[in-house]
C-alpha cells in the first residue's frame, strides 16, 4: 500500500534554447536591478556577455567559482556583493559557480537565478557546501535555494564532450539513489526515471556530436529532472561514497560518480529491486548496475578509481571513512563489502552484486 510524504519546493523554470533572452525581465520579476553575475574564470567571456546583455541591471562580475567552494572565494564573493550593493546573484555555470552564489545567499538572502551550464543539477536544490580546512561542510536551507532557474541548451553546446558524460552521469547518480531513497515517493520516482531516459538516449548522441541541439536539449531536460530529484529527497551510499572520496582524497567530482555509480547500484541491486527494475527499464537494459558501467564506457567515459587520481593505499581510509557515520541506505553498510566495493571500483572491473 502507498504511504508517503511528497514536500514541493518553489522555484520557476524556463527552458529552451534561447531562453537566455528572458533574464533581464526575469531579473525585474524578481524585484532585482543590480545583478552580480558569477563563473569561473574558465567561463568568464560567457559571464561577461550575459552582463553585457544586463546593460544597467548588472552591476559586475565575480569570476573566481572554484570547486567545492573554498571559504575564501566565498568570503570574497560575499564582500564584492555587499560592495557593489548587489540585490541578486546571476549564477552563469555549472554546479561550482551555482555553489557560490549559494555560499552569498546563505549569509545576505540575495535571491539567485541559476542558468546552468553542466548537468550537475545544483540548480534545483536547497543543499550548500562550503570547504574550510580541507573538509567539506553542507546542509539544506530554502534560502539558497535559485529562485529562478533558466535552462538554455545553447549554453551547453561548449561543454567539452567528457564532460558532458561524466556531468551526466552524475545526474543520472541523483536520479538513481532517488528512487530508492528512505522519503522516496511516487512523483519523484516518476521524475527519476524519466531522467535516467532522458540522460541515457541524449548522453550517447551527444558524445556523437557536441552541437547537437536536440541531444543537448534532452540531456538538459534530463538534468533538470535529475536536479529537482536531488533536491527533493535523501541520497544514501553513493553519495556518502563521492563525498568522501571528492572530499578527503580531492578526485574530480563528476568523473568520481561515473566510476562509483555501477558499483553502488551493484551493492544496493539486492536490497531495492523495484528501483533497479526502473533504472534497467530506464536505460532498456537487463540489469541496471551493467547497463550504467555500459554507458558510461560506451561513452569513452573513466571507469577506474586508479585513473582518475585515487592512490590504492588511501582505500582502507576511504572505507573507514565510508562508514564512520550511520545513514541511510537500502542495504546495511558493512566495511567490507565496501572496501570491496572500491576495490572493485578502484580496478575499473565490471560491478558485480555481492
Ligand atoms: P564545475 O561547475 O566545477 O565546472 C567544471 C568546469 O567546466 C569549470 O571550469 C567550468 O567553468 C567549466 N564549464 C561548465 N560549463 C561549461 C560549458 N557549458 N562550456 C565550457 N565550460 C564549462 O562542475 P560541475 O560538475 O557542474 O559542478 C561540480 C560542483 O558542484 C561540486 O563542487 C559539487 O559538489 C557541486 N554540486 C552541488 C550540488 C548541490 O545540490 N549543492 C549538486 C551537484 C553538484
Known sequence: MLRFIYQALPGRVIFG????????DEIQRLGASRALVLSTPEQRDQAQAVAQRLGSRATGVFDQAAMHVPIATANAAREEAKRLGADCCVAVGGGSTTGLAKAIALVSDLPILAVPTTYAGSEMTPIWGLTEGGIKKTGRDTRVLPRTVIYDPVLTLTMPPMLSATSGMNAIAHCVEALYAEDANPIISLMAEEGIRALGTSLPAVMKDPRDIEARSHA?????????????????????????LGGTFNLPHA?????????TVAYNSKAAPEAMARVARALRADDAAAGLFALASSMGAPTALGKIGMKEEDLDHAADLAVENPYYNPRPITR???????????????????
Open 17 to 24: 534554447a534561447g531562453s537566455l533572452d528572458r533574464l533581464r
Open 220 to 244: 538538459l531536460y534530463g538534468a533538470w529532472l535529475a536536479g529537482s530529484s536531488l533536491g527533493a529527497v535523501g541520497m544514501a551510499l553513493h553519495h556518502k561514497l563521492c563525498h568522501v
Open 255 to 263: 568523473e568520481t560518480h561515473t566510476v562509483v555509480l555501477p558499483h
Open 336 to 354: 567490507d563489502a565496501i572496501r570491496a566495493l572500491l576495490d572493485d571500483a578502484f580496478r575499473g572491473r565490471s560491478p558485480a552484486a555481492r
